[in-house]
């Protein structure tokens, strides 16, 4: 209520005197990990010390305020032109850059920064308030630890951003979510051993969403947690109805997040899951990507040695895509590594590639790991795998994803069943 009463004040005396008012929405980034690993009360102390940190940065004239959770808004007065924020937004950046020690711990946080000018972008309060989230929102969008200056076509991208939020709040519920099952075919023996589960999503009455859009918002808000529960659940229901209908056995790939990884009875609830389904633990491939690998949470470390001594294969998904070290291969106990994407789509024509995926088999060989390689889309990118060695190939090339009911037509037509 101050905020938006500072801020009616100073917009109407920059109306007087022909100035401009700049609002900066700062979202902490990651936050959630913080009160998450280290509790609330590290997290209300971190949140005190990015206050007096930006209280240090304006004028007695500016305004600091935090709106909720981990959001701050800094209002700036009297401004004669639209780059005299710029300053503030990057003095912002590097007074945060510098770690945070509370207690024996040393924390670094990065902020979004989103920036909404009035006269220029809004002529009230919570308009320009609005529009100086949508930026931050962008901000984030863009990778983080950097601010963007409002503009018109991030209203659409922070109402679409919305608009995909709540729906994936009742998309359980409504029954809008589906999976579809991509195969992975051994390249030696040209037999289906395994498939991975894909995430699709159907709004009812309105286009199909793909992962890639709203994956990252689950993530974001938390609600991979319960949709993930559900995946599991779903993938090995449908192992064990394959099973029913004498379709030779296969294993299961499920792709699972961060968050998945942190909560303390992940293990328990796979555990639960195989039970219920009757599904061997050996057959279930948890996959994770390469960024869980720096995350120093020790429940993660927890999680993945729970589940390897439940009997569940890991999957070390878009491995070489520049994130971990091999060091982690040494310290943790994967069974696969899923080679990118983006290092078998230009393998036919690009000899760097070659000699890439090369590296990678060899590494795997040594380490006793089965590999797969993804995105293979064409007759000479299997031969090229066949010929360096890789295991097994998954993408277009064998088959596109497919419903559960296409999918075990494709296992009978292709094993004879």
């Not at 890789?390 to 075990?408: E, K, N, T, V, W």
């Amino acid at each position: 209520s101050l905020l938006s009463d500072r801020l009616a004040q100073v917009m109407a005396r920059a109306e007087r005197e022909n100035r401009l008012v700049a609002t900066l929405v700062l979202d902490l980034d990651r936050f959630k990990n913080i009160n998450d690993s280290l509790g609330h009360t590290v997290g209300d102390q971190l949140l005190q010390g990015v206050a007096a940190r930006l209280l240090k940065l304006v004028r007695q004239s500016d305004t600091v305020s935090r709106l909720g959770g981990d959001e701050f808004v800094v209002v700036l007065t009297g401004l004669e032109h639209t780059a005299q924020a710029l300053p503030v937004a990057r003095k912002i950046l590097d007074a945060l850059a510098a770690p945070f020690e509370i207690g024996e711990h040393e924390m670094l946080i990065t902020p979004s920064i989103g920036i909404a000018l009035y006269p220029d972008n809004a002529g009230d309060p919570e308009t320009l308030l609005k529009h100086a989230e949508a930026a931050m929102y962008h901000a984030k969008h863009q990778g983080r630890n950097t601010f963007q200056f409002f503009a018109p076509e991030f209203n659409l991208w922070a109402t679409e951003r919305l608009h995909i939020e709540n729906g994936l709040r009742h998309a359980l519920a409504r029954d809008e979510l589906q999976l579809h099952f991509q195969p992975q075919i051994d390249l030696s023996t040209r037999h289906i051993v395994g498939c991975e589960a894909l995430l699709r999503w159907q709004p009812a009455e309105e286009p199909m969403v793909m992962p890639d859009r709203f994956i990252p918002i689950a993530e974001e808000t938390g609600l991979i947690v319960p949709i993930g529960q559900w995946v599991l659940e779903q993938a090995c229901g449908q192992l064990a109805r394959w099973d029913a209908e004498g379709i030779p056995p296969i294993h299961m790939a499920v792709n699972v997040a961060v968050p998945q990884l942190r909560q303390p009875g992940f293990v328990d609830k796979v555990r639960h899951t195989l039970e219920q389904t009757g599904i061997a633990p050996s057959r279930l491939e948890i996959e994770v990507t390469e960024s869980v690998l720096l995350d120093k949470d020790e429940r993660i470390s927890t999680t993945l040695e729970g589940l390897v001594a439940l009997g569940v294969k890991l999957s070390l998904d878009d491995f070489g895509t520049g994130y971990a070290s091999l060091s982690y291969l040494r310290n943790f106990r994967f069974n696969v590594l899923k080679i990118d994407r983006s290092f078998v789509m230009e393998l036919h024509r690009n000899e760097a590639d070659i000699k890439l995926i090369r590296a990678i088999l060899s590494i795997a060989r040594d380490l006793s790991l089965q590999t797969v390689a993804e995105g293979v889309e064409s007759e000479v990118q299997d031969v090229i795998l066949q010929e360096l060695g890789c295991h097994i190939g998954q993408g277009y090339h064998f088959s596109r994803p497919l419903p559960a009911d296409r999918m075990g037509e494709f296992m009978r037509q292709q094993r004879g069943a």
